[in-house]
């Protein structure tokens, strides 16, 4: 294989140079990122108040489902937007055309998934499909402040932008299935429940949230490993392959193709993460930082989970009857395993990195990302966060309430420690401020 030239690495190395204009406030992505650390506090303790239908949860209103939509809009689509709408223009080298539509993005969509978590707790359809309103209408606002960015940009990172776009489609046929099954819920329509929840966990999962996650792969690794972007050509493959799972499994949804096809559309989707993960092994390994600390165990660790999800997802599609705890499984892996380790090993590198470029032009010495960062809480999180999702598989795997509670206890203990880091970097900064001032 070919040494990295050296535009290569200097696109790695110097991707935030000059974004300091393009930097929204500070308090903007924070506040998205402080929210998405108390949710992932509710998602555990929900989880543990319904611990005896997680194994076997195959749907229906209740805690299980509160703590599946605390964690995938309170803690993953909270960060995916916050990390968007800081990272995209950055990386894009335009600013946000409004920086008050993102404050009517938060006071539209924080304050909806709270309300919507609640009433999916209390087990009350009709407020579940009245807080749906402002959190969808959030989610399209945010929608649209990105397909504005993405759109006026030529030639620069086609496989990124490509990415973004799918993500975007993905997020639309989220949101429009969300609402159809609420609507079923309500009396309002009635619509097959089964074809819907499938297009609804395969868009906002792997599309919407998987695809970001991939998208800014190539930007955020690169940089924090000072290691070489992604050829475009491959970052282009991994689009094209996951736009072929994704229309696979659309068309299967809505009953265009046969059961069957899944398995075509795992095997592209598999397709995709090699081409992804051979790239990332690659920038890590040709790289010139190579201590990248716990943050990027997580990261692996992510990547692995994103490997298990599809093994299971191939086991899931091949099986004509498959049980709960299958589908069960599957989820949990894809979300915790996958998206929720890969998101918190970046997290803990990209708040402090965020908060000392905010700093550098306060004084004269900014505080570096490491001294912002206290390590103490992000070990707690990791180790129990490890635990509590080896806890999680055994509870699934032999339907055993007892582990269900205890990866809850455990889990929420690390979310707790990842709180805590999070407003450590905030009150250091404001500390840094106010010494600069």
Request: proline share 5%; with cysteine; charged share 10%.
């Amino acid at each position: 294989m070919r040494a990295p030239a050296p535009s290569e690495r200097a696109a790695g190395a110097a991707f935030a140079q000059g974004a300091i204009g393009r930097l929204l406030p500070l308090s903007l992505p924070m506040r998205f990122f402080g929210a998405a650390a108390l949710f992932h506090v509710v998602a555990w303790v929900a989880l543990g108040l319904g611990a005896p239908q997680v194994p076997r949860f195959a749907g229906g209103i209740g805690w299980p489902l509160a703590a599946l939509h605390a964690l995938t809009l309170g803690v993953l689509a909270m960060s995916a937007i916050g990390a968007a709408l800081q990272l995209m223009p950055v990386a894009t080298r335009q600013p946000l055309r409004s920086r008050r539509a993102v404050r009517v993005v938060w006071w539209l969509y924080a304050p909806g998934v709270a309300a919507l978590v609640a009433a999916m707790a209390l087990q009350q359809p009709v407020a579940t499909a009245i807080a749906a309103l402002p959190v969808a209408a959030g989610l399209t606002v945010f929608g649209v402040l990105l397909a504005r960015n993405l759109a006026g940009v030529r030639g620069t990172m086609p496989g990124v932008r490509t990415m973004g776009w799918l993500a975007l489609a993905s997020l639309a046929v989220a949101l429009t299935s969300a609402l159809g099954m609420l609507a079923t819920w309500a009396g309002v329509a009635a619509w097959p429940r089964e074809g819907l929840l499938m297009l609804h966990i395969v868009c906002a999962v792997f599309g919407f949230m998987g695809l970001l996650a991939l998208g800014f792969s190539n930007i955020l690794v690169p940089m924090f490993a000072l290691g070489p972007v992604p050829a475009e050509r491959r970052q282009l493959g991994v689009a094209a392959w996951a736009a072929v799972a994704l229309v696979l499994a659309t068309a299967v949804a809505v009953d265009l193709l046969p059961r069957l096809a899944l398995v075509a559309g795992v095997i592209a989707a598999a397709a995709a993460a090699g081409i992804h993960l051979r790239a990332m092994r690659r920038v890590l390994r040709e790289g010139m930082r190579r201590e990248l600390g716990g943050s990027f165990c997580l990261v692996r660790a992510g990547w692995a989970g994103l490997v298990l999800a599809l093994a299971l997802g191939l086991w899931w599609a091949l099986d004509p009857l498959p049980q709960a705890r299958l589908t069960t499984a599957l989820v949990a892996c894809a979300l915790l395993g996958w998206l929720a380790s890969f998101l918190f090993g970046i997290l803990q590198r990209i708040v402090p990195f965020l908060t000392s470029m905010h700093l550098a032009g306060t004084r004269r010495r900014a505080p570096t990302p490491s001294s912002l960062t206290d390590e103490r809480w992000l070990t707690l999180h990791r180790w129990c966060h490890g635990a509590a999702l080896a806890a999680l598989a055994v509870g699934i795997a032999f339907d055993d309430t007892l582990a269900v509670r205890l990866a809850a206890v455990l889990g929420a203990t690390g979310a707790v420690g990842f709180a805590v880091f999070l407003a450590l970097v905030w009150v250091k900064s404001r500390s840094a401020r106010s010494g600069a001032a």
